[in-house]
């Protein structure tokens, strides 16, 4: 599909956002709510959240507006009527946002951010806020576990063939970055978001020559500074063999063979044959890099088997989290006008009132637990997570380098306690909530009982 | 981010597919290669393939050119020279297309489709090509296993908000309507693909009003003629109550209320509770619509335990097709200027040459065996899938009405056997290959090993 054909993203959006809007609009209803985001249960496997995606939906929040040919669509729905429309024309984002900041781990239940304004605005852009923060801080959860598991390695974002569309791919390579991976395979991903790239050949390459060796020295010639050497095209110790021959020439011409790829086979055994290869050929500075199906349980495995591996390329299974695909992410309505509000739908009662997150540490600067509050409580010795991003539709601050929140995250998982790094997770960090909250739960509940249910049991 | 600041989708492309052009470049490399498609294994519960995602890929390559912006990011990272740069240019996709058309059942191991250009060209599309057919063919297979589930009622695509990304939110709601959705709640895919658009209210909405049933009687005062009411925000039993009061009010005014959503709890029990309540009260006509993480596997067991639901928004769980959310798909070369080319890395064996699928048929009509032989064969009574569908750069045909591709889609899936539609996968549909592919196989394999292996093993 063509981009420009796509129109305004504000129409990215659910059919039911508009039709409420649009009774909104008949009933006159503009004040304002308050909407907060949570996940509700962990994935698979999944103990804590990295927060991600923030940047890019402020963008989407400071640039809202109805686009001409977006109105017009509507208008060939016959869904609603023409004042309602002429209103779009000139509805901008004029609310307020406190969010979690990007790098930061956050625990199910905890409000990521919230968004407070008019209920119309606060509605319409539901859909959007869900997309944007669901997918990254999904990714970034990812990435985090690969970095755990592949210690001081290096991981890049070779993902972006199998990822969901080629949004998702620049959403991927942005969200692995933040949680710790050294680049991605994806170029545009590289001039969006200034990531660093890395990428060589495929075996496709190789086979346009009629022999494997040719094709490595054509390589070499091409990219004499940056060799890295595809080496399982028909046979990996045969291929490392032949670019032991390939370095032993380049080194003649001053030149460094850097690394080669293994895509296949036993990781394992072939690692720690290759490795041989080059050691005792007098190359022990030639790196491995490895790709093919690797996530972070492949890479902790073969890892403990004593693979020889020096770097991962991480597709697939990062680009789509493979065994956790999507978060059972919610948001809901917690204040209209004034009031607070809940729903008591079966399994999915929501907390009433606009919240604050606070986290308290141990001597040690661990973390050891997390207190959901109002929004106008406070927390001795505890630090508030949620801080305000965006007054009445303006940012404020401009979009914080990629670098600085992967820092923010690196140094808040030193503070993770081990125990909820495990990759099978340990689902059980302490998320409490203050009793003022707990007590404004139990109010609202009644009241919705007595006004809702005493007439219609 | 923006759309408009996201430049060429070109260089939304692995960066190995640039490092690799550009040393064609400089071997002045330019000879035709051939590439394949194809899906190397089941994921789980599959037993076959609904093919998507083709229409947009041949607008991707019929529009493809490195825009100015992209070409001078690409000189900025000092990758490459200033003379392929300038080549690049002028680079458009001037080669042939044969594949598998939309809406048609493949299985694993067959070529969807077959790219034929100049190899630079052939290359440089990969990641956009994997990227397009993957999505839309893993959703459109998802999609008909709800099918196959629902029987004769309602499919809705409810996923946008939790795809990956709002492109993935297009593809899903484009490929579910291949697969036998009949719309999606997704505006801007009923802009864009001209899909039947669906949604009513959400709980929030529910809650702007001091009471439930204001809620209920505004919402059918705006939407008279399309009323659907959500009556699981506080109670569902209440809900529907308070839904008949509404809907003798609505009869007065000679109106209808159309459906009642449920959205939580259990569904078999409270859908035939909800049933006998609109029945008593004289209100037969009123649909119950269900929403709240359906997939097949849920809309089977519910209905099996015979809940009272006419329609179903499907959402999550199909748009990240959550129990396989990727299909292992390779884009393999088969042939480099004339010759045929495999590679034999251990556990990805390609298969060497252009190729053709061909479906055998029984005295019924049903599917009975596929084979896979060389291009330029013919196998008697037996149907090649694999149609010319660009030349030399250009479509053949424009686009094919999705509505069409949906018809082409049922009438293949009624001929497809029924053990193969189990939705715990029954993968042994016969897919063999003919004597002269096998042939070739042996022959490329051996002279391979020879040339390769011998003096390096």
Known sequence: ??????????IMTDLYELTMAASYFEQEKFAPATFSLFVREYPPNRSY?????????????????????????????????????????????TGDVRAIPEGRIAFCDEPLLEITAPVMQAQLVETFVINAINLSTLISTKASRCLYAAGDRRLVDFSLRRTHGMDAGLMVARASYIGGFIGTSNVQAGKFY???????????YVETFDQEIDSFRAFAKSFPDNTVLLIDTYDTLAGARKA?????????????????????????????????????????EVRI???????????????AAGAQIDAFGVGTRLGVSADAPYLNMAYKMVEYNGRPVLKLSSG????????????????????????????????TDAEPLLMPVMKEGKRLLGSEPLAEIQLRFRKEFVQLPEIYKDLQGNPNYPVDTTSRLRALQDLVSKEIRQKELTEFE
């Open 1 to 10: 599909m063509h981009r420009d054909q796509q129109g305004g993203r504000e």
């Open 49 to 93: 959240l990295v927060c991600a995606g923030l940047d890019p939906l402020l963008n989407y929040l400071e640039s809202f507006r109805f686009r001409p040919d977006d109105l017009e669509f509507l208008q060939k729905t016959s869904l609603f009527p023409d004042k309602f429309l002429t209103y779009l024309e000139k509805l901008r984002f």
């Open 194 to 204: 200034g990531l660093p790239i890395y990428g060589t050949m495929a075996h496709s």
């Open 244 to 284: 032991v021959t390939v370095a032993q020439e380049m080194r003649k011409e001053g030149k460094t063979l850097r690394a080669v790829r293994l895509d296949s086979g036993d990781m394992v055994q072939l690692s720690k044959q290759v490795r041989e290869i080059f050691d005792q050929s007098g190359f022990p």
């Open 289 to 303: 890099f490895a790709s093919g199906g690797f996530d972070e349980f492949k890479i902790q495995k073969i890892l």
């Open 348 to 379: 999915k009662v929501s907390l009433a009132g606009p919240k604050q997150v606070f986290r308290q540490r141990d001597d040690q600067g661990l973390f050891k637990r997390d207190l959901i509050g109002l929004g106008d409580e406070s927390v």
